[in-house]
């Protein structure tokens, strides 16, 4: 199956400025995706990032917000831009391997002060 | 949008006991997927379910897909502290996103 590497796996942050998580995959994948979640809550999906093109958001995430970037098929990241204290949550990417299902990195755990 | 409703949501068993968690739709699965997740780690696949009826087995787990599609069950035989974590429902759809229910906290007291 595949390997993801996020980093940072945790942050602390000041209101107002920005974060990027970076999410790095052992093999090329068409698709990435990002999902947010809070602590002992489910997963809620932000955005697919599709490698040449622009990502696709999810309704009530916006690309200023969360602006992402693929440069590759390998490779990928998430900004939280102009954060407030709302923005602390878990970030996550994932991959669909076909033969295995979808991997998960381990999370950027995010607390905005 | 498909919406997955997953019940309940928290459970705290002891050790020894056993446990159902469910997960059902509004409308037809394409394929489900159970993943379980434990603090600071991302979730993990446990199985896909494809075809109505189907029963999946994994060691102490137990795996249904209805019939119909529209519902699909996670059965623990004998929890043990380790099975103690988040257990998420998923369903793919067509899309390729994967859409998630609210999960089930499950603690397992020794």
């Known amino acids: 199956s595949a390997v993801i590497s996020q980093k940072p796996s945790r942050d602390i942050c000041q209101r107002g400025t920005s974060l990027t998580i970076q999410c790095q995959v052992d093999?090329?994948?068409?698709?990435m995706f990002w999902y947010r979640q809070q602590p002992g809550q489910s997963l809620t999906l932000i955005a697919t990032?599709?490698?040449?093109?622009?990502?696709?958001?999810e309704s009530g995430f916006v690309i200023d917000k969360f602006p992402i970037s693929r440069p590759n098929l390998t490779f990928s990241t998430l900004t939280v831009s102009n954060m407030s204290p709302e923005d602390s949550s878990i970030y996550l990417c994932?991959?669909?391997?076909?033969?295995?299902?979808?991997?998960f990195g381990s999370g950027t755990r995010l607390t905005v002060v | 949008t498909q919406l997955l409703e997953q019940s309940p949501q928290f459970l705290s068993i002891q050790e020894g006991e056993n446990l159902t968690v469910y997960c059902n739709s509004s409308?037809?699965?394409?394929?489900l997927q159970w993943y379980r997740q434990e603090p600071g780690e991302g979730p993990v696949l446990l199985v896909t379910?494809?075809?109505?009826?189907e029963v999946k087995k994994l060691k102490r787990l137990t795996f249904q897909f209805g019939d119909a599609r529209k519902d699909s069950s996670l059965h623990i035989t004998a929890a043990q502290t380790g099975d103690t974590g988040l257990y998420l429902c998923?369903?793919?759809?067509?899309?390729?996103?994967?859409?998630f229910g609210q999960g089930t906290t499950l603690q397992v007291k020794p």
């Open positions: 994932s991959v669909e391997v076909r033969s295995d299902g979808y991997t």
């Open positions: 093999s090329q994948v068409t698709m």
């Open positions: 990032a599709n490698q040449g093109s622009e990502a696709t958001y």
């Open positions: 998923a369903e793919s759809g067509n899309t390729g996103k994967l859409i």
């Open positions: 409308s037809v699965f394409s394929s």
């Open positions: 379910v494809v075809t109505g009826g």
